[in-house]
């Protein structure tokens, strides 16, 4: 996977940093959007396909990104579809702290090292390219403005920033309703985007996984095609 792109999971993160602060918003659920959004950028790649409202690995050849093969190797490793609530929920943790150091590394962010209160070491994270997290927010802000439908990419983000709720750090006050509510609504432009969002969502609420929402029978996509069942398509892929 080249570097010229950036992964779903950087972009979240990267949407999440607060420039004045040099911290993340939703610190608390950001490690959650930030495993299901590594479900989405290795469906994207076409290493996992939806099945049912699990995930199955079909074909193992690593991406090249390390934090998304590590994913992939243990996904791998499960032998089985996995429930997406599971995989999101599972003991995973520190996800948000994993992907700072791997920006830093990559040089997006900065580590800038201080204190709190002139004794506590803390570490704060500033954006290398403001340019860049500009053009990541246009992309968002165009969709919800114009209503176009937005590419899988940018529909999966905007589900996730939503599952998050980045909603109120991205647009802030009684003015930025409308534009999270408009996010909200973007999760309809991608179908696996959208349940692995309501999956964030489940765990956040504490649902078992068994409750997690189905692809309604007869739901059709964004085009007004009939939605594709999950099962099919492993099973498409996984014959070929």
């Known amino acids: 996977?080249?570097?010229s792109r950036r992964t779903i999971p950087e972009e979240l993160l990267l949407l999440a940093l607060d420039p004045a602060?040099?911290?993340t918003a939703q610190p608390q659920t950001l490690d959650l959007g930030l495993a299901g959004?590594?479900?989405v950028e290795l469906s994207l790649a076409g290493r996992i396909v939806p099945d049912g409202d699990r995930i199955a690995v079909v074909v193992p050849r690593p991406t090249g990104d390390p934090t998304l093969d590590h994913a992939l190797e243990l996904l791998r490793r499960r032998g089985s579809?996995?429930?997406a609530a599971h995989w999101i929920g599972g003991p995973r943790l520190g996800l948000r702290q994993t992907y700072l150091a791997h920006l830093e590394r990559c040089g997006m962010v900065t580590a800038v090292s201080g204190q709190v209160c002139g004794v506590l070491p803390t570490t704060r994270y500033q954006a290398s390219d403001d340019c860049t997290n500009a053009a990541i927010k246009q992309r968002l802000d165009t969709a919800i403005r114009t209503g176009v439908p937005p590419d899988p990419r940018?529909?999966?983000l905007a589900a996730l920033a939503h599952a998050v709720g980045l909603g109120k750090h991205l647009y802030p006050g009684n003015?930025?309703?409308s534009s999270r509510s408009r996010?909200?609504?973007l999760i309809r432009y991608d179908p696996l985007g959208g349940m692995v969002a309501h999956a964030v969502m489940d765990v956040q609420n504490g649902l078992p996984a068994q409750q997690s929402r189905p692809a309604p029978a007869g739901s059709r996509?964004?085009?007004g095609r009939p939605a594709a069942s999950g099962r099919s398509v492993a099973s498409r892929v996984g014959a070929r």
């Open 81 to 83: 579809p996995v429930r």
């Open 183 to 185: 996010l909200r609504d």
């Open 221 to 223: 996509g964004p085009a």
């Open 21 to 23: 602060t040099g911290t």
């Open 175 to 177: 003015e930025g309703r």
């Open 1 to 3: 996977m080249g570097r």
């Open 37 to 39: 959004a590594q479900l």
């Open 154 to 156: 940018t529909a999966a």
